[in-house]
């Protein structure tokens, strides 16, 4: 489960970067999301992250601070729907006219956070 953990973090990271080095391309990615499935596709996504960071805590550096954000996670992914389609390309239209800027800040946190998973799902290191 910890391959598959880490291999899903990989989403914010590579999302991230797009929106460092072309930010309007980041939006038009978030835009094949703006639709009934495309936010059920969303919500399964961040679901599948949540429940691998729960299941993948016990052999990781912090697993009490994985299982909490895997849970946190998982719990974002099954209100997701609950937003409801209008609510959601509302806040993507917000976030698209906020401009350049925000978008690369956005992406430069989303790698931020994508990197911070990855450090933490790191095995322990052994005790001596």
């Given at each position: 489960m910890t391959r598959l953990a880490r291999v899903l973090?990989?989403?914010?990271?590579?999302a991230g970067l797009i929106g460092l080095v072309a930010?309007?391309?980041?939006?038009?990615?978030?835009?094949?999301?703006e639709s009934q499935s495309g936010l059920y596709v969303a919500a399964a996504i961040r679901v599948l992250l949540g429940v691998a960071l729960v299941l993948a805590a016990g052999g990781t550096r912090a697993p009490a601070a994985v299982r909490v954000v895997g849970i946190v996670i998982a719990v974002a992914g099954l209100l997701t729907p609950a937003i409801g389609l209008d609510r959601a390309r509302a806040i993507l239209d917000w976030w698209?006219?906020?401009?350049?800027a925000v978008t690369r800040t956005a992406g430069a946190i989303a790698v931020a956070f994508g990197c911070l998973l990855l450090y933490l799902l790191a095995p322990r290191a052994p005790t001596a």
């Open positions: 973090c990989l989403v914010p990271i590579v930010p309007a391309e980041l939006v038009r990615i978030a835009r094949l999301f698209a006219a906020q401009g350049p």
